[in-house]
């Protein structure tokens, strides 16, 4: 018989991708979903009536409806990715934020304590390179020090150490893997790569005149999601639970982000000017057609991430350079440029 896989976050960017991987290796897998007035399911429409996936009404904030749901499905592996992911978003609903990606680590901890399932189900909690925060050293590994910067990480800082405390105390199988940032063509609209891959794409459609970005300065390490899905699933299945810096090993800026997106949608940009006077030009036309807007800037901005992932490569065999920059961004403009194809009407 095949295992067990419980996923949280099922209908989000890495839920989809881990379904997938898991579907593929043999798992049966149960995925949480929430009830909302309109469906968004879009990320896992395809995998509804296939074989072996299964979706059960639950929500990170309701313990009983935890308990109940790890109860029926008897888990073999639980992967939390359940959150509100957005940091900057965090700033504005920072109490249901905490609530989400705090305490409801918590909640599936003790759930699977109450069911009993300590001794047989491992917990992957999907951690964050947003826990370096306000960087004390760079490159980031296992080892430097955390100064979460938001409150989104303050919670998940909350996450990793509870994890860590409940390996500790009750011996359970659980594991952080501190992923740094990764992108996909099921990324958020809101995630500043996806932002500048659908406007560049509509931009060069003439569906759109103008992107308005934030800080342009910030330094990511900018992996792609399905590779990192991948290193989920070989965490868990280490001897033994330890947690992991998930990273290409490579840092780039938003600015370079987006010159690399906009040429492969066929426009060459040239910025110019410093902060909220930076203009990104069509070098063609003249146009401006990225400018800075002070409303995407954060309070406090995390600006200088970049990750060693030489633990994970050495003691999982994961390889971190799968897909290259400049891979990913051609997969995710390759994919708007078809999406933006479809659309009717304009953004201007
Ligand atoms: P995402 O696309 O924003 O997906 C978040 C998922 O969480 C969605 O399925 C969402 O469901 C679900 N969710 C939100 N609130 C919930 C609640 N109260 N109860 C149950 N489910 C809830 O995020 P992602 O990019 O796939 O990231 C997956 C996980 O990794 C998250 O925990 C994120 O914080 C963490 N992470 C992400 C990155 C990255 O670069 N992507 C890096 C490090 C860590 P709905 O569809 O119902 O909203
Ligand atoms: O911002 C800057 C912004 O929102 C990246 C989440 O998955 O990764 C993600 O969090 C940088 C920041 O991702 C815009 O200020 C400029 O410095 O794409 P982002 P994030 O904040 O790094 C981590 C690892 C997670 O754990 C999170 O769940 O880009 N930036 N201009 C902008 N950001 C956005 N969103 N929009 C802009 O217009």
């Not at 931009?203 to 300065?217: H, P, T």
Request: aromatic share 10%; proline share 3%.
């Amino acid at each position: 018989m095949g295992k067990v896989a419980l996923i949280t976050g099922v209908t989000g960017q890495d839920g989809s991708y881990l379904s997938e991987f898991l579907l593929d290796k043999g798992y049966d897998v149960h995925g949480i979903i929430r009830r909302s007035s309109v469906e968004r399911r879009e990320r896992i429409a395809h995998l509804e009536r296939v074989k072996h996936f299964y979706m059960h009404y639950g929500d990170l904030t309701d313990s009983i409806s935890l308990i109940k749901i790890i109860k029926e499905v008897q888990p073999d592996e639980i992967y939390n990715l359940a959150a509100q992911s957005h940091v900057g978003v965090s700033f504005e609903v920072p109490e249901y934020t905490s609530d989400v990606v705090a305490t409801g680590v918590l909640r599936i901890l003790e759930a699977v304590r109450i069911c009993g399932l300590e001794k047989k189900c491992k917990i992957y909690q999907a951690s964050t390179s947003e826990l370096f925060g306000k960087v004390e050293e760079v490159p980031q590994n296992e080892n430097t020090p955390f100064h979460p910067y938001s409150p989104y990480a303050v919670a998940k800082q909350y996450g990793f150490w509870i994890i860590k405390e409940y390996r500790e105390a009750y011996g359970m199988f659980c594991c952080s893997g501190i992923l740094f940032n990764h992108e996909s063509e099921r990324r958020g609209e809101d995630f500043v790569t996806r932002k500048i891959t659908l406007a560049a794409a509509r931009i060069a459609q003439g569906k759109q005149d103008k992107l308005y970005l934030g800080n342009l300065s910030s330094l990511r390490d900018w992996g792609y999601a399905k590779d990192y899905v991948e290193c989920m699933w070989m965490i868990l299945q280490n001897d033994e639970p330890d947690d992991y810096v998930i990273a290409t090993g490579e840092q780039h800026s938003v600015r370079e982000f987006c010159v690399l997106a906009f040429r492969k949608a066929g426009i060459e940009i040239e910025f110019s000017g410093e902060g909220v006077n930076e203009k990104g030009i069509d070098k063609a036309t003249g146009k401006i057609i990225v400018e800075v807007s002070p409303e995407f800037y954060r309070p406090t901005d995390v600006v200088n991430l970049y990750g060693d992932p030489s633990k994970a490569r050495k003691k999982l065999g994961w390889n971190p350079t799968k897909t290259s920059f400049e891979e990913l961004i051609d997969i995710m403009v390759s994919h708007d440029m078809k999406l933006v194809e479809k659309e009717v009407g304009t953004q201007l």
